[in-house]
């Protein structure tokens, strides 16, 4: 029975959601501006003296997370997929446009979404690189990628992340 190595690697975001109290969200509301944005050292440094977090550079308080998502943003050229045989040979590497078809907004996005994010709540994002995935797949059948599919999630309706993998028997 042929075995394969699935990896999903490339650039995303290493997300954690932090809970906030309501004298936190009431300074926080007084920020005018796009969050949503790259924030400012200033700005930054603001926010870690009303939440009492640190968030700037590698040195964010992650044992304080009330939640946290690792995954590879869904925009073009973020992210592949590689596929490897029993002997580490290379037989699949994802293009651009195969991403495209294969990965879809995934049908428990909203659920996944209420689940990770609701009001009073402050999400961290940083930028990484980064092997996000790796599976083992044992089949019957030569690997076929028409058969590979992919779920991508909107995160607190600011960026969308490939969090999702799955080999369909059909198709």
């Known amino acids: ?9 490339g650039r995303g975001f290493d997300c954690k959601v932090f ?5 936190q969200l009431e300074q926080l509301s007084e920020f005018s501006g796009d969050m949503e944005d790259a924030l400012d050292e200033d700005t930054m440094n603001a926010i870690c003296e009303i939440t009492g977090k640190k968030f700037l550079e590698n040195d964010i308080d992650y044992f304080d997370a009330d939640k946290s998502l690792f995954g ?8 592949n997929v590689c596929v490897y045989d029993n002997d580490e040979n290379m037989i699949f590497q994802s293009s651009e ?7 879809e907004n995934d049908d428990e996005a909203d659920d996944f979404q209420d689940e990770f994010w609701d009001e009073g709540k402050l999400l961290m ?4 690189k980064a092997d996000f995935f790796e ?6 059948e030569e690997f076929n990628p028409s058969k590979l599919r992919g779920g991508v999630t909107l995160i607190a309706e600011t960026f969308s992340l490939a969090r999702r993998l799955c080999f ?4």
């Open 1 to 9: 029975m042929p075995s394969y190595k699935i990896i999903v690697s």
């Open 19 to 23: 809970p906030l109290s309501e004298d």
């Open 72 to 79: 590879p943003n869904d925009s073009p050229g973020s992210y």
């Open 97 to 103: 446009n195969w991403l495209e078809e294969q990965f």
């Open 125 to 128: 994002a940083q930028n990484c």
């Open 135 to 140: 599976y083992e797949l044992k089949l019957e």
């Open 168 to 171: 369909t028997k059909n198709h």
